[in-house]
C-alpha cells in the first residue's frame, strides 16, 4: 500500500546536498542585492525629500521680500 522511501545512495546525497548548499548561497547573495537596491530606493527618497525642503525654504523666504 505504501511504498517505503529509500535513502540515496551517496553520490545522490552528496548532489542534493551541494544543490542545497549552492540555492542557499543564491538566495543569500539575492537578499543582499535587495538590501543594496531598498538602500538606494531610501537614499533617493531622502534626497527628494531634502528637495523639498530647501524649495518650502526658498519660497517662504522669496514671500518674505
Same mark, same amino acid.
Given at each position: 500500500?505504501?511504498? %517505503?522511501?529509500?535513502?540515496?545512495?551517496?553520490? !545522490?546525497? &552528496?548532489?542534493? !546536498?551541494? #544543490? *542545497?548548499? %549552492?540555492?542557499?548561497?543564491?538566495?543569500?547573495?539575492?537578499? *543582499?542585492? *535587495?538590501?543594496?537596491? *531598498?538602500?538606494?530606493?531610501? &537614499?533617493?527618497?531622502?534626497? %527628494? &525629500?531634502? &528637495?523639498?525642503?530647501?524649495?518650502?525654504?526658498? #519660497?517662504? %523666504?522669496?514671500?518674505?521680500?
Amino acid at each position: 500500500m505504501t511504498e %517505503q522511501a529509500r535513502i540515496p545512495d551517496e553520490a !545522490t546525497r &552528496k548532489r542534493l !546536498t551541494d #544543490n *542545497l548548499r %549552492q540555492g542557499i548561497l543564491d538566495l543569500q547573495e539575492f537578499g *543582499l542585492q *535587495l538590501d543594496e537596491v *531598498l538602500a538606494g530606493l531610501e &537614499k533617493h527618497i531622502r534626497e %527628494q &525629500k531634502l &528637495k523639498r525642503i530647501e524649495r518650502s525654504r526658498q #519660497n517662504i %523666504q522669496d514671500g518674505v521680500r
